[in-house]
């Protein structure tokens, strides 16, 4: 046996030398599997749900929990160590970023059963696991410290590489090669936006980790988000250790505005950097504190923004927004995930240090070159900023360079915001006195921005805007003159598509005012919708169908329908 292994580390030495330089850091290939919990592997409890203690199919790094149904759940979850036997504290799972149907995966390091503590029993209960320290089973364990030791003898033998600074202030990054990214390949090319201001989130999970173990937290952080989560990629930008390694997490390069998944309604506008562990009681160390200034001052002032101060953008919207999509929000340069997102994420102890990362980064930022000429400026003015669908919308604008001097001849972009970011939908040209129109059709709301190209090369963008659409509703009904208490239908059309509607009842009473007596919710398909109505008294009703805005739309409505209620005949 003892042979073998030798034989195998010497194979394993041999073909490492052969290879290109790769960092000292080991890791493993990750592997992923799943458990559903039903609700008789526990007992109702005060205050929700709890499991029996549940052993995994087998050993686990990460774990993470997701449910059918989109209501909200709160989990609380300990992990058993599979080599010691020990029980971890009983640790908060954070909620999933999509607001329900979830929560986000909690490091385990090697642990072999689990319990949880919820608020409530999800359909459909399912936990997710991820490997990446190569201890799933007995062989991947043998296997794994046989490429440790070759791991370790190539280092010895070849030197670990360095991560060249580049003189522009950026820290050392690990790059995702480094940290096995080729296991987690992005789904689709990136998406960029740009890069106003910094969210600092934490991981959740155990800050007593080594710091040969973050690159595998990394790789098993960007498999659950990918395969469990569905989404492109890792969702955060960057991620901090607490030995303050500092890694690349979502592609398309460290020096570009990557548009993210780590602060929902401003990810086309933000970069993310994670703290690996938990800081809810404890904070980060000062190697993290330090690495995470010195990333955010370098990379806010690689896109020209300050790393003090405020900021205000316009939020996207989406579940667990604490804004409305089209809403100005005032941001630090460097907050919190809690400050746009409704989540107690980075926790209370790093959210208390965010004064300090502030303070640090504002000392290792570079001085900002100066902006534009005073007068250098691009405008956007819809004509009519509520539309009804499908009137388009009548864009226009002026082009000015310093003093306030029409350019002609600019090139102007139309964009919409996106959760990607700003994306280019129109184009145009500015006439000799400067000015620009075009006309937009859209379906939905849009927050739009006007961004021209100087002479000298420079860019310039407007302020955003938001232009809401109402959709066109229809409704008509065969009855004007029914039977008290005799069903008749009322059919609706609405374009765009869309899901719901209600049809709201009003009924006139003696003063000639109409009161709401009732709301009947209706179900479009297809763009048509239908439902029964029933009178209770005799008297005039108007009925009118209508939408409720939200983040697509504007509220709409339809023409009213009148429907007088008889009393019938005997």
């Known amino acids: 046996m003892r042979r073998f292994l030798a034989l195998l580390v010497a194979v394993c030495i041999g073909v490492w030398l052969a290879?290109?330089?790769?960092?000292?850091?080991?890791?493993?290939?990750?592997v992923e599997f799943a458990q559903a919990i039903a609700q008789d592997r526990g007992e109702a409890r005060a205050g929700g749900w709890r499991s029996e203690v549940i052993r995994a199919p087998r050993r686990f790094d990460l774990v993470g929990l997701t449910w059918s149904d989109r209501e909200r759940a709160t989990a609380r979850i300990r992990v058993r160590d599979g080599s010691s036997g020990d029980w971890s504290p009983w640790a908060q799972m954070a909620g999933e970023h999509g607001g329900g149907g979830g929560a986000e995966p909690v490091w385990a390091g090697g642990a072999d059963a689990f319990q949880l503590r919820m608020t409530r029993h999800p359909r459909n209960l399912r936990a997710h696991f991820v490997n990446a320290t190569g201890s799933a089973t007995a062989l991947d364990r043998g296997l794994t410290a046989v490429r440790r030791a070759a791991n370790g003898a190539y280092v010895a033998l070849a030197g670990a590489p360095a991560i060249a600074q580049d003189g522009s202030g950026a820290p050392p990054i690990v790059p995702r090669a480094a940290w096995g990214?080729?296991?987690?390949?992005?789904?689709?090319?990136?998406?960029?936006?740009?890069?106003?201001?910094g969210f600092v989130h934490h991981t959740v999970n155990a800050n007593n980790y080594g710091p040969e173990?973050?690159?595998?937290?990394?790789?098993?952080?960007?498999?659950?988000?990918?395969?469990?989560?569905?989404w492109r990629d890792i969702g955060y930008n960057f991620l901090v250790d607490r030995f303050g390694q500092v890694f690349e997490g979502r592609a398309g390069g460290i020096e570009e505005a990557v548009a993210g998944a780590q602060a929902q309604g401003y990810n086309g506008v933000s970069t993310g950097v994670a703290n690996i562990g938990t800081f809810s009681g404890a904070g980060a160390s000062s190697y993290?504190?330090?690495?995470?200034?010195?990333?955010?001052?370098?990379?806010l002032s690689l896109h020209g923004a300050p790393v003090e101060g405020r900021v205000t953008v316009l939020s996207a919207g989406g579940p667990t927004n604490r804004y409305r999509a089209g809403t100005p929000v005032t941001l630090q340069r460097i907050s919190g995930h809690r400050d746009g997102d409704r989540t107690s994420c980075p926790g209370d102890a790093l959210y208390g240090q965010l004064?300090?990362?502030?303070?640090?980064?504002?000392?290792?930022?570079?001085?900002?070159?100066?902006?534009?000429?005073?007068?250098?400026?691009?405008?956007l003015d819809p004509a009519d900023p509520t539309l009804d669908y499908p009137q388009p919308a009548q864009l226009s604008g002026r082009v000015t360079g310093a003093g306030g001097v029409p350019i002609a001849g600019a090139p102007v972009s139309i964009q919409?915001?996106?959760?990607?970011?700003?994306?280019t939908r129109l184009r145009a040209v500015s006439a000799a006195d400067g000015t620009w129109s075009a006309a937009l059709g859209t379906q939905y709301t849009r927050t739009l921005r006007a961004a021209a190209r100087l002479p000298d090369g420079g860019l310039v963008s407007s302020d955003p805007v938001v232009v809401g659409v109402a959709p066109r509703i229809g409704a008509q009904t065969a009855a004007k003159r029914v039977a008290v208490r005799r069903t008749f239908t009322v059919r609706s059309t609405i374009r765009p598509r869309r899901a719901a509607l209600v049809l709201v009842v009003a009924r006139r009473g003696s003063d000639g005012t109409f009161h709401t007596v009732a709301r009947l919710p209706m179900r479009a398909r297809a763009g048509t919708a239908r439902v029964t109505v029933r009178l209770l008294r005799p008297a005039l009703h108007r009925l009118r169908v209508q939408s409720l805005e939200d983040e697509r739309n504007d509220?709409?409505?339809s023409r009213d329908l009148l429907v007088r209620a008889v009393r019938a005949r005997r």
């Open 19 to 30: 290879a290109p330089a790769m960092s000292q850091q080991f890791v493993p290939r990750a």
């Open 181 to 197: 990214a080729d296991q987690c390949p992005p789904r689709t090319a990136p998406s960029y936006g740009t890069v106003q201001a």
């Open 213 to 230: 173990d973050s690159a595998a937290i990394v790789l098993a952080i960007c498999r659950y988000h990918r395969n469990s989560n569905g």
């Open 288 to 299: 993290a504190v330090q690495a995470t200034a010195q990333l955010l001052a370098w990379k």
């Open 355 to 379: 004064a300090e990362i502030r303070r640090q980064a504002a000392e290792l930022a570079p001085d900002l070159p100066p902006g534009p000429a005073p007068g250098t400026a691009v405008t």
């Open 416 to 423: 919409l915001a996106t959760t990607r970011g700003f994306l």
């Open 555 to 557: 509220a709409g409505r």
